[in-house]
């Protein structure tokens, strides 16, 4: 069965240093994993794909199969990216949906 | 456009009592998941709805919970003879292309928020 885990409930950084929200996972197959990210009073929303391999909003993740990793890394916090960031990892299920399995979350406090 | 919404934000039941908790999904979108988040825990999968296809409800916890989508829109999730630990927040997720795999995006709601006495 599959699994993510986020060992740390809460990180606190200081604004402009670096941040490193850990994330592994458990899965027998080929991995898709996705960080998304929820603002205070706001919706859980997508913050970023391993499969676009892309940076968005200063965040970056790569997937490290060999040690089942897919930290979320930003060189500079900013006071905005105070949020609760969760780790997910997709599976297909029956009728080719993506079941999404979560982690338990990390909140992040950027301070001044 | 307009997001994915629920309702209602807020419930509060009684132990015993059936709840029925609303989704609309984005227009358009094929693709209607349910998942629930306990205190403490990470959101966990309940239930699948693509089209008009059979739902996938391996998630769902017991058979007190059951879920329809009708006309292949808005969904309703109903919980009967609510115990304590149903208590949690409810989220609707829609996709538009589940086939898609991990180019796919589940778009959330806002949650509904229940609370068994």
């Known amino acids: 069965a599959q699994r993510v885990t986020q060992p740390e409930k809460l990180l606190s950084v200081f604004k402009g240093a670096p941040v490193e929200l850990k994330c592994n996972y458990s899965?027998?197959?080929?991995?898709?994993l996705f960080w998304y990210v929820q603002y205070s009073r706001q919706r859980l929303q997508l913050l970023l794909r391993?499969?676009s391999r892309e940076s968005i909003k200063g965040f970056t993740a790569d997937l490290n199969k060999g040690e089942t990793s897919f930290h979320l890394k930003k060189p500079f916090a900013q006071e905005e990216d105070s949020a609760m960031y969760y780790c997910a990892l997709s599976t297909i299920l029956t009728g080719g949906g993506n079941k999404l399995t979560f982690g338990t979350g990390t909140q992040l406090k950027v301070e001044l | 456009g307009a997001g994915v919404s629920q309702s209602p934000s807020n419930k509060v039941t009684e132990k015993g009592k059936d709840v029925e908790l609303r989704c609309d999904p984005i227009?358009?979108?094929?693709?209607l998941y349910w998942y629930r988040q306990s205190l403490g825990q990470g959101l966990e999968f309940l239930i699948y709805?693509?089209?008009?296809?059979?739902?996938?409800k391996s998630g769902l916890p017991s058979d007190r919970f059951s879920a329809e989508r009708t006309g292949g829109s808005v969904s309703t999730l109903t919980i009967q003879r609510t115990q304590q630990e149903d208590s949690a927040v409810y989220l609707c997720?829609?996709?538009?292309?589940?086939?898609?795999?991990?180019?796919?995006?589940?778009?959330f709601g806002p949650g509904t928020r229940l609370t068994v006495l």
């Open positions: 899965y027998s197959g080929s991995p898709e």
């Open positions: 391993h499969i």
């Open positions: 227009s358009g979108h094929t693709a």
């Open positions: 709805f693509q089209g008009n296809s059979a739902p996938d």
């Open positions: 997720a829609s996709s538009l292309n589940p086939f898609a795999g991990g180019t796919d995006t589940q778009y």
